[in-house]
Nanobody, 123 residues
Framework: VQLQASGGGLVQAGGSLRLSCAAS????????MGWFRQAPGKEREFVARISRSDRQTYYADSVKGRFTISRDNAKNTVYLQMNLLKPEDTAVYYC?????????????????WGQGTQVTVSS
């Protein structure tokens, strides 16, 4: 499966962005999906995950209550709605696909990755 992330940009603190991750080559419903991010000089970190059926979602503590992950299997797309953005949310955001059903925050558990989209939050 090929993943294409989009929707990043420059936004002021307190603003919102919605990231999209479009899949091609295979039905997205086959995979649990995750979002990760990597800030300059830092390691890539887990942000959110949604199960294949979208009945289960998981979030990093740093984004809980502000970010929402969702999916539309009919459109083969996963979303990350980001509200109340903070300067510390500035990073390149990546979507990733996991064919296993057991929840993991470990990036090594995800087989396929998109190219990343830059999110910059100004103070």
């Amino acid at each position: 499966v090929q993943l294409q992330a989009s929707g990043g940009g420059l936004v002021q603190a307190g603003g919102s962005l919605r990231l999209s991750c479009a899949a091609s080559g295979r039905a997205l419903s086959t995979y649990a999906m995750g979002w990760f991010r990597q800030a300059p000089g830092k390691e890539r970190e887990f942000v959110a995950r949604i199960s294949r059926s979208d009945r289960q979602t998981y979030y990093a503590d740093s984004v809980k209550g502000r970010f929402t992950i969702s999916r539309d299997n009919a459109k083969n797309t996963v979303y990350l709605q980001m509200n109340l953005l903070k300067p510390e949310d500035t990073a390149v955001y990546y979507c990733a696909a996991d064919s296993e059903q057991i929840h993991t925050r470990n990036q090594n558990g995800y087989e396929y990755w998109g190219q990343g989209t830059q999110v910059t939050v100004s103070s």
